[in-house]
């Protein structure tokens, strides 16, 4: 996928900087000088990890110095982003967020363990995920609404799966239960893989899975993908239609970002910035995350990415309100 002109536009002066200084390091305190470890709150195989593994080996080859992951599953992301706000604000611990322990959950959870605004450092957007409405392939069902028809004749009998209370995922079977009028259960996993697991079993008999998740079942025929949940269609998959497209005012985004502890030292938080965004114009790791149904994109600045957060809290917070979305 070809960069955007005004992105490298905009850190073009940031690269330019970085590579005058000697062996692209700090002047003022060299870091890195040992390993850095990235967080990913999810088990290998999701898009979380592909993310944060194709970052890492271009950090780095760039930074000369290990870039280590450390996969730190359960309480939908919670877990890990907990860490991370309790970790030490040097530059060396990292995490792979995302929209659902960071935007999500601060409106549905006010039992956290951490303070978005207070605890974390954003970074940088590093990707949008693309997540797909999925089913057995062997209920009979191929599209929208064929599903909302099947389901309706089943009430109390349909499970959809999530990634975790609070994740995307579990927010869009939510917000489509309650815009179609189609009943159905919430059952929480500590990821989207072992959800999979149980709707090709008929335990459970839909989900909105990422894409890198579902793609080997998808290839297999043992599942079938509906619709993508974006608002627009997705160029990466042409052949899927939106699910807005039977459902109006149906629509979300789900997204992934490099953050850090509060008060990690600004020069830090700098090269991280310039560093991984120079990681993301690589053209083979586009290419591994595209063949995943991962977009590549990056922020302007550090600030840039820190209105995004909250911008996206907040869309994700009316949601919720408007949707009456509760977990407990």
């Not at 195989?45 to 080996?57: F, K, N, S, V, Y």
């Not at 028809?149 to 999530?162: E, I, L, M, N, Y």
């Not at 997705?234 to 985004?253: D, I, R, Y």
């Amino acid at each position: 996928m070809p960069a955007n002109p005004v992105f490298l536009a905009l850190i073009a002066p940031l690269l330019a900087l970085l590579g005058t200084m000697p062996g692209t390091a700090c002047a003022q305190d060299n870091y890195p000088v040992r390993p850095i470890r990235v967080l990913i709150p999810f088990p290998p195989g999701g898009a979380a990890d592909l993310i944060g593994r194709t970052i890492g080996e271009k950090l780095s080859a760039q930074m000369h110095q290990p870039v280590v992951m450390d996969n730190r599953p359960g309480a939908g992301g919670a877990l890990a982003t907990d860490l991370l706000a309790k970790a030490e604000p040097d530059g060396y611990t990292l995490m792979v967020g995302m929209a659902g322990p960071i935007a999500i959950s601060p409106s549905l959870n006010k039992h956290l363990t951490y303070n978005v605004e207070r605890d974390l450092m954003p970074v940088t957007r590093v990707a949008e995920v693309l997540n797909v409405m999925v089913v057995n392939a062997g209920n009979g069902v191929t599209s929208v609404k064929d599903f909302i028809a099947w389901a309706k004749q089943r009430p109390g009998d349909v499970r959809f799966g999530s990634s975790g209370p609070g994740q995307p995922d579990h927010l869009a079977g939510e917000f489509f239960s309650r815009l179609t009028g189609v009943e159905m259960t919430h059952v929480p996993y500590k990821g989207g893989a072992p959800a999979l697991v149980d709707l090709v079993s008929g335990q459970i008999q839909l989900t909105f899975s990422t894409y890198i998740v579902a793609q080997p079942h998808l290839k297999s025929g043992r599942l079938r993908a509906l619709a993508v949940i974006t608002p627009e269609r997705q160029p990466l998959v042409p052949e899927l239609p939106t699910v807005a497209e039977s459902v109006p005012g149906f629509g979300l985004n789900n997204w992934n970002g490099i953050f850090a502890p509060a008060r990690v030292p600004k020069n830090v938080v700098q090269r991280l910035f310039v560093e991984i965004n120079r990681a993301l114009q690589a053209p083979d790791l586009k290419q591994r995350q595209n063949g995943a149904g991962i977009e590549v994109v990056g922020s302007a600045s550090v600030d840039d990415f820190r209105r995004f957060v909250r911008s996206d809290a907040a869309r994700w917070g009316k949601i919720i309100k408007d949707a009456r979305i509760e977990i407990e």
